[in-house]
């Protein structure tokens, strides 16, 4: 059973919506992020939190941003959609980091932008 | 720069033959290399992960080997079965900038024959 959560599931949109995906967990844990992901390919770190007001960019630009104002939730905003934002957002988060054991992800944010 | 990369990007096996899924790391530093194993429209699952000063480990079914001589990281599955059909990632968790960040590989996709 899942202890971090993402809606939508799906989102399909058009060029130059704002749109925010929403990531909530349950397990108090400090540290969370976000990674895109294309098909088949590897998660690209792209925002991430250590706590509340705690925010940094990753390994991969992006044009979202975020914001962490409770421990539980991490959301993510594009203020402008594009096609080239055609992706899978993947939140996670963990309270060990360190060990691989210690990160839990989400299920996933297919996001379409036509 | 730094990377994890796998060698095959699609393994087919016969149900109850042994799957190897083999991976490629650039950097040296990492304190944990892992893998995760990933279904069709969900997040990753952690699966397995291997302390840098490890060479062999066993969990239920799956064994990771590390080889830092040649920096190679090869995940076996016992037994395969339909379940096990995934796209699988390699990953390391390496220390940057007194924090830890999980840096994925591309993926094998492991289909199992019946």
């Known amino acids: 059973e899942a202890d971090i959560y993402q809606t939508p599931r799906y989102l399909v949109i058009g060029t130059g919506k704002k749109i925010t995906l929403e990531c909530s967990q349950t397990?108090?844990?400090?540290?969370m992020y976000w990674y895109q992901q294309d098909p088949g390919m590897e998660l690209h770190l792209i925002h991430y939190?250590?706590?509340?007001?705690?925010?940094e960019k990753g390994d991969l630009s992006s044009e979202s941003t975020v914001s962490r104002i409770r421990t539980e939730h991490f959301p993510l905003t594009l203020e402008s959609a594009r096609p080239s934002h055609t992706s899978q957002y993947l939140c996670?988060?963990?309270?060990?980091?360190?060990?691989?054991?210690?990160?839990?992800f989400g299920s996933g944010t297919r996001l379409t932008v036509v | 720069g730094e990377s994890v990369g796998l060698h095959l990007p699609t393994l087919s096996v016969q149900e109850g033959d042994n799957s190897i899924i083999n991976c490629a790391y650039s950097?040296?530093?990492?304190?944990?290399f892992i893998w995760y194993k990933q279904e069709s429209g969900k997040g990753p699952q952690f699966i397995i992960d291997i302390r840098s000063n490890m060479d062999k480990r066993q969990g239920q079914r799956v064994t990771v080997l590390l080889n830092k001589t040649v920096k190679h990281l090869s995940l076996q599955i016992a037994a395969t079965q339909p379940g096990d059909s995934a796209v699988y990632f390699c990953a390391e968790n390496k220390e940057m900038d007194s924090s830890y960040k999980l840096i994925f590989g591309s993926g094998t996709r492991l289909l199992v024959r019946p």
């Open positions: 939190s250590y706590g509340v007001n705690s925010t």
């Open positions: 397990m108090g844990h400090d540290k």
């Open positions: 996670a988060s963990s309270e060990r980091f360190r060990t691989g054991d210690g990160y839990t």
């Open positions: 950097n040296s530093a990492s304190d944990y």
